[in-house]
Structure formats: structure tokens, C-alpha cells
């Protein structure tokens, strides 16, 4: 099926449901002194956010650090940095010492990621990552409300046993760090809906969006809370284009990395959330080729459907429709990725500012 005929499937959408106001966020750096300028200027044009990166290049506390000494109204956001890289306590720290340099500014995006970088990056076993993450969270409560740190779960137990360790008392000002959690596999979405201040969603498919929100809507039951306590942050490329077929086509494409060499044969999170959106042999087979070497065999197999419904593509019109079923689907939050050029990725980002203001409007 061509991009243009998916395009041409009855049901698609007129005027949604009403949901929540959206806001836009970029994915930023502070690597060079035009992602520096993408960033202030993205706060002149009313951008809500700013979140760097992590994965085995460059920091992204750091990046942040830089970023907050030149902005000044724009929220700051890790997206994500690794549980079991750092220690919970050493988590806690990292996240006050931002939010006092930030005035209030900082958040925490955090995720287990997986086998591959932390057990060959980072020497740490992945083992029981939802634990982890739930211990994580709970430690640096403990620890940013001012309390002294005892804590007896199933991965920290701290003070250490049979040690000489104490229970110590951050002599930091308690602070409340809004704690968002990277999460697509039900049991981390469970997680989040009970424990987090947002979600950093990925591989979503607002036509599908209740492969992930049940879950997260099962983990704010627990908790009595809804979904609307809960920012819902989803990641999408930007492109306006009058050539459709193009970007889609490239955009799928670009997924081959994603679903062959984001996790092994065994565990990988992506392909198992594109399966639950009824992606399972397609995906499984694109994994299958490209563990082969076969990477444009790969390549060319990625279902045309999951480039285009997972970012904004197209014309105006067409970005606008997109944009309507995200938030319709309850998203709160898009997270722009943008390319390019310093100016092309501002003119883009003012561009859908503008659609955005328009269709919150519309409600």
C-alpha cells in the first residue's frame, strides 16, 4: 500500500473528541552554538520544554546545566537518562542541583533502556528493570522531600547491610522534581501511570493509542489518579512537503535501525509495542533481515504505515489532522523533532506552533 492510499482509507479523521490543550517541546542539545540558539529561540516562539538526550554519546545533565544559564522561562527535561548508570542518590542530586539552578525548570525523564548499553556500555546488569525504576523514583523522593534515606526493596537496600553505612539526610533543600518515565512495555506503563509526574512515550500510534493507555490508565487506578495527573509526551518528526510518498517512505525507512538494532533477538521493547498495534510479522521480519546484514532489504520492508502515523507529515491540511487525533487520544505534550538548517528548523517550528494554537482553538 503507497503512502497516498493509506491516505485514501475510509474513517479518517474529521473532528475529534475534545482532549486536552497541546503543547509543543523540542528535542534539543547544547552540543554547538546553533543548537544553543535552536533552544532560546525555541523559548522566544513559546516552546514549553526542552529535552536532551542520552544514549552512549554525550551527557545529558550536562547539556542541561549549559542550557539553563541561557534560557530563562523554558522547562528543561532529560529524555532520558539511564537507570543503573548512576546510582538512585546520585540521581537525586543531579536532578536538585538543576532544579535550584533552574528555578524550578528541571525535569527528570528517566529509562531502564536496555541489555545492550547497560551491560556493554555500562557494565550493569539489566535485571528486573521495573523494580529498578520503581526503587529509583521512591529513593529520589525520599531523598528531594528531605528525608533520611532508608530504604529496604528487592534491588537497593540502604544502607547497606552489614556495612558501615548510615542513614543520611540530603543537607539540600527539599525541592519537588517532576519525574517523567520513558515506558512502552505494559508493566513499565502500569508503572508510570502510578508513580509519574509524565510519560516520554515512543513507537505511538494515536489510532492505536490504547495499547498504551490502558496500561497507564490501569496504573493511575491504583493509585487513584487519571491520566489527566499525567503529562503524556509523544516524540514526533516534523516535515511540511508537498511530496508525501518521499517522506514516508523515508520515514519508514528510518525505523530499520529501531527494530533491528534497538534490542536483540530476544528483548526489544520497540518491536513489541509496534506489535501490539498489529505490526507483529512485519516487524519481526524487518528484525529478521536485518540481523542478516540485509539492512535495505530491512529497510525497504518497514510498513509505510508506521512512518506516517507516528510524526507529522505532509501538507499543512494533513499535519493538522494528525495533530487533532494526538490530541484526541489524550497526548498532552508533542515533542518536535526537527532537522536541518538553524532557520529551516525555526521556520518548522513556527509553523506548527501556529497549527497547534489553531486547533486547540477549535474546542
Do not use: C
Not at 542541583?97 to 548499553?117: K, N, Y
Not at 514516508?248 to 525507512?253: G, K, L, P, S
Amino acid at each position: 500500500m503507497t503512502a497516498s492510499e493509506l491516505r485514501e482509507e475510509p474513517g479518517r479523521p474529521g473532528r475529534p473528541a475534545p482532549g486536552r490543550p497541546l503543547r509543543l517541546a523540542v528535542s534539543a542539545s547544547a552540543l554547538t552554538p546553533e543548537s544553543v540558539e535552536f533552544v532560546t529561540e525555541a523559548e522566544r516562539l513559546g516552546a514549553d520544554a526542552a529535552w536532551s538526550a542520552e544514549l552512549w554519546s554525550y551527557d545529558a545533565l550536562t547539556q542541561l546545566g549549559y542550557l539553563a544559564a541561557r534560557t530563562s522561562r523554558i522547562a528543561l527535561g532529560t529524555s532520558i537518562v539511564q537507570l543503573g548508570a548512576r546510582t538512585p542518590a546520585m540521581l537525586a542530586m543531579s536532578a536538585m542541583s538543576l532544579q535550584q539552578l533552574t528555578g524550578g525548570r528541571f525535569r527528570l525523564g528517566i529509562g531502564a533502556s536496555g541489555p545492550q548499553v547497560m551491560e556493554g556500555w555500562h557494565g550493569v546488569r539489566f535485571r528486573r528493570p521495573v523494580q529498578a525504576t520503581r526503587e529509583t523514583i521512591e529513593i529520589i523522593r525520599v531523598i528531594s522531600r528531605g528525608d533520611r534515606l532508608e530504604y529496604h526493596g528487592q534491588v537497593y537496600d540502604l544502607p547497606l547491610p552489614e556495612s558501615q553505612g548510615r542513614a543520611i539526610r540530603s543537607r539540600a533543600t527539599p525541592v519537588h522534581v517532576p519525574v517523567y518515565i520513558a515506558a512502552i512495555g505494559p508493566a513499565n506503563l502500569r508503572l508510570t501511570g502510578e508513580l509519574a509526574d509524565g510519560w516520554l512515550g515512543n513507537a505511538f500510534i494515536p489510532e492505536a493509542a490504547e495499547a498504551f493507555l490502558a496500561p497507564l490508565r490501569e496504573g493511575a487506578r491504583l493509585a487513584g489518579r487519571t491520566l489527566a495527573d499525567l503529562d503524556l509526551q509523544i516524540p514526533v518528526a516534523v516535515e511540511f512537503t508537498e511530496d508525501v510518498d518521499e517522506a514516508v517512505a523515508r520515514h519508514a525507512a528510518g525505523y530499520a535501525f529501531t527494530i533491528g538494532a534497538m534490542g536483540s533477538a530476544t528483548t526489544n521493547f520497540y518491536n513489541n509495542a509496534f506489535a501490539r498495534q498489529g505490526f507483529g510479522e512485519q516487524v519481526a521480519e524487518v528484525a529478521r533481515l536485518w540481523r542478516d546484514g540485509r539492512r535495505e532489504e530491512a529497510a525497504r520492508l518497514v510498513p509505510l504505515e508506521i512512518g506516517e502515523k507516528t510524526n507529522l507529515l505532509g501538507t499543512p491540511a494533513m499535519i493538522a489532522d494528525r495533530i487533532r487525533l494526538h490530541r484526541a487520544a489524550g497526548v498532552s505534550t508533542l515533542q518536535l523533532k526537527l532537522d536541518g538548517p538553524l532557520s529551516a528548523r525555526l521556520d518548522t517550528l513556527a509553523r506548527i506552533t501556529e497549527l497547534v494554537s489553531a486547533v486547540n482553538k477549535e474546542y
